[in-house]
Structures are given as structure tokens and as C-alpha cells.
């Protein structure tokens, strides 16, 4: 990129989206603090090249290790590995997955694939991103670290590995301040890195906040290394920029170099009429037929503008019938991945559309209900809809539910 380019950095703020704008090669500067919860309602954007920070709740993150340090063979690896969890992205989707290297050694390299959430309505902004990464990737942190602040509502947290990102994680706590149940799945995120190879015990943890109340005890208390707080500081690009690019993105950009080549075929075939006119005398001009036929030529041009437009509105009424992601069979799958094994739970009733469910059940004991709730919570595949779980009842087969979740409309 050239020094003189001016950015424009969509960034997941703590309640809502923020704008960030500088030249490449300089410190950014915050432009606006939104309260807009998705890209899609962002309006008056700056000029510049867009970059789109997807949040951490978007992504799924696997750190593995590799026996290899052949680079042709990582995409591969990553892929398997991403299959045997299960983890398959929707090819139609565009490339929603990318590769980062985080420690090589010889014949041994420690890699983080990530998993992009194909973007729903209203996940992008009305002008079309020129690129995307991570939100965590543009908060680098020196040494083994541990970095923890909220976005959008809900607190995530990042690990580091001398200054390269291992992991990171949007969990389901929205308190005031990190509490013991925050504290909790961070260590369980340490733990399964071990699993895998990659011992990570962070020197630093830092808390990036903008409340002045907030209390770190719970941290301190769950963790050796000392707690900071502080503002979070200003992004940066991350560097390289990821390859990720969603579907209607890429389409847009095939749809703006189609319409490029008509406007350039266009005005070819303009100049050899042009040409043609020129060569000619003055009399061909005065051919009624010629005219008329020209003026049909761009009468018949004019409307493909207004037909893609229709076809575009057709398509996204029909969305919710041909989407994968809205078919209750597909949402029934996600929500039954939910209920915790060998529990007893199981559901009576469950009325399932692309914008709402209602789920009744039973279950013997009541900790398989709360885990089921909380499992529901924390699923990025049904992370679209807000989900009410009121307190159980007790009968006599056990503990009764009725859970309802539904889609929030703008």
C-alpha cells in the first residue's frame, strides 16, 4: 500500500461499531464511536479503502501443531483438522477461512487456522469492504500475553505467543467486570491448548476498558500474572491482511469488473461509430434508419441497470426458503448438538422458522437444563438469535422447559 493512502477501519467497539481512519504507515485516529450493533447500519463512511474487523464472535479459532514446515502443505492440514471437528465452511460462501503461523521450529510448526461465520444481513456495511481480517489481530501484544476487553456487549479475550496470535474467544459474560465464570473459560482455553501442544502461560495479562469501576479481583485471584487495566489503544493493520472474503463481497467485485468491461466495450464500440461517422460524409448522418437503430441500441441498454436491481431484490426475498443456514432441519441439528450428553434431557416440542424457535422440554436433573441454556448461549452457529431461558419447573418427571429464542430485528 502507498503512505499516501488514506484507511477506513470498521472496528467492534464495547456497545457498538467504531470508525478509525489514518494513512497506511502512520497511527490511526477515531473517527466516530457508534451505537450501531451491525456494519449494515453504519452510515456516512469516510473516503478510503475500506477494512472490515470481524469480531470475535464471528470466527471460530483451531491452534494445532503440525509435523511439518512445508508451507504448500499447511492449507491442507489446517482443512482435516477443521473436518475432524466437525468444522466444514459452506464453499458457495466465499473464502471464509484463513492460515496464520504462529511459532516454527524444525519439522514442527504451531499454526492457527480460523473459521469464518458466513455474514448475515446486515453483517457488512453498504460500501463494499476492499479488504477484511480480525479485530484481535489488530491489538499485537509482545511476549506470552493474555489481552481481555469487550466488544459488542460481551467480553472476549485473546492469547499471544511472542507477539503472535494463538487463540482467542468471544465467551458469554456481559457483567460490569470479569467475573470467576470469564476467569473459568480462559483457563479451560489454556488447558485444551496444552492438549494440543501449545503451552502457553501468559506473563501479561491486560484488561482494555474504558470503565473506571471495573474490578480485576476475580483475575487476580485465578491467575500468577499481574492484572493491568487500561484503555484499549489504537488499532493497527494487521500485516499481512487476511485472505478472508465472503461471498456477496467477491460477487460485488466480479458484478463492478463486469459492468468495467461493458463500460469499456461500450466505449469502444462508440468510437468506431464515432470513427465510422467521421469517415463518412456528412450525409449518413441524416440516415433515419442508422439513427433509429442507434437509438434503439441504447434504449435497450438502459434498463439492465433497473433488471439487476429486481433480480438482486427477488433473490434476497427468497432467502429465507433457499438459505442452508435458515432451514429448520439445519437449526434443529445446531440446537440438538446443544444438549449435553448421557443428561436425560430431551425435547418434546420444537417449533422451528428462520427467525424464531420455541423449544419444550424435560430433563431429570436440573444442571443438564442449565447446561443446555448455556450451551444454546454460546454456540456461534445460533449466535443470531437472542435466546430466553426462563427458570425451570419442577414435576414430577423431573424439571419441565420452555426456551424460545428469535432473531432481533433492527
Known amino acids: 500500500m502507498s503512505k499516501n493512502t488514506q484507511n477506513v477501519l470498521l472496528v467492534p467497539g464495547e456497545s457498538g461499531w467504531e470508525i478509525w481512519t489514518g494513512l497506511t504507515g502512520s497511527a490511526l485516529e477515531l ?21 472490515l474487523l470481524f469480531p470475535v464472535k464471528a470466527i471460530t479459532a483451531l491452534p494445532m501443531r503440525v509435523t511439518s514446515d512445508d508451507t504448500a502443505l499447511f492449507p491442507d492440514l ?18 471464509l477461512t484463513d492460515l496464520f503461523v504462529i511459532a516454527r521450529e524444525a519439522e514442527n510448526t504451531a499454526l492457527l487456522s ?45 492469547l499471544s505467543h511472542q507477539g503472535n496470535l494463538v487463540y ?25 491448548l496444552s492438549l494440543q501442544g501449545l503451552e502457553i502461560e501468559p506473563s501479561r495479562i491486560v484488561v482494555w476498558t474504558n470503565s473506571e469501576n471495573l474490578n480485576p479481583a476475580a483475575l487476580a485471584a485465578g491467575f500468577k500474572a499481574p ?47 464515432l470513427t465510422a461517422i467521421g469517415w463518412f460524409s456528412y450525409g449518413l448522418w441524416k440516415d433515419s434508419a442508422l439513427t433509429q437503430k442507434l ?80 450451551n444454546l448461549d ?3 452457529d445460533l449466535a443470531q438469535f437472542d435466546w430466553q ?3 425451570p419447573n419442577q414435576s414430577t418427571r423431573g424439571w419441565e422447559f420452555v426456551f424460545s429464542g428469535d432473531i432481533p430485528h433492527p
Request: hydrophobic content about 40%.
Open 114 to 158: 480460523v473459521l469464518l461465520r458466513a455474514p448475515g444481513e446486515g453483517d457488512m456495511p453498504s460500501r463494499g469492504p476492499k479488504s477484511f481480517d480480525l479485530s484481535a489481530r489488530a491489538y499485537p501484544l509482545a511476549g506470552d500475553s493474555l489481552a481481555i476487553w469487550k466488544e459488542l456487549g460481551r467480553w472476549v479475550f485473546s
Open 78 to 95: 489446517a482443512a482435516l483438522h477443521a473436518e475432524r471437528l466437525g468444522l466444514r465452511p459452506d464453499p458457495m460462501a466465499g473464502q
Open 295 to 374: 437509438k434503439q441500441q441504447a434504449a435497450a441498454a438502459a434498463p439492465e441497470g433497473q433488471a439487476y436491481a429486481t433480480h438482486m431484490e427477488k433473490w434476497d426475498e427468497l432467502s429465507p426458503a433457499v438459505e442452508l443456514t435458515n432451514s429448520p432441519v439445519d437449526i434443529l441439528s445446531r440446537i440438538a448438538a446443544c444438549i449435553p450428553s448421557n443428561s436425560g434431557l430431551r425435547l418434546k416440542t420444537a417449533e422451528i422458522s428462520g427467525t424464531e424457535i420455541k423449544l419444550i422440554g424435560e430433563a431429570p436433573q436440573l444442571q443438564a437444563v442449565n447446561s443446555f441454556s448455556l
Open 227 to 273: 492484572v493491568e487495566i487500561s484503555a484499549r489503544p489504537a488499532p493497527t493493520l494487521p500485516d499481512p491482511i487476511s485472505k478472508l472474503l465472503p461471498a456477496d463481497v467477491r460477487a460485488a467485485r466480479r458484478e463492478a469488473k463486469r459492468r468495467q468491461n461493458i463500460m469499456v466495450g461500450v466505449a469502444a464500440v462508440a468510437t468506431l461509430y
Open 378 to 380: 454460546k454456540n456461534t
Open 168 to 192: 482467542c474467544q468471544a465467551t458469554s459474560g456481559t457483567s460490569s467486570s470479569p467475573d470467576e465464570a470469564l476467569a473459568r473459560e480462559i483457563r479451560l482455553a489454556l488447558i485444551q
Open 389 to 391: 431461558t426462563p427458570e
Open 31 to 51: 473517527h466516530e464511536v457508534t451505537a450501531c450493533e451491525r456494519p449494515g447500519d453504519l452510515t456516512n463512511l469516510p473516503s478510503g479503502d475500506l477494512l
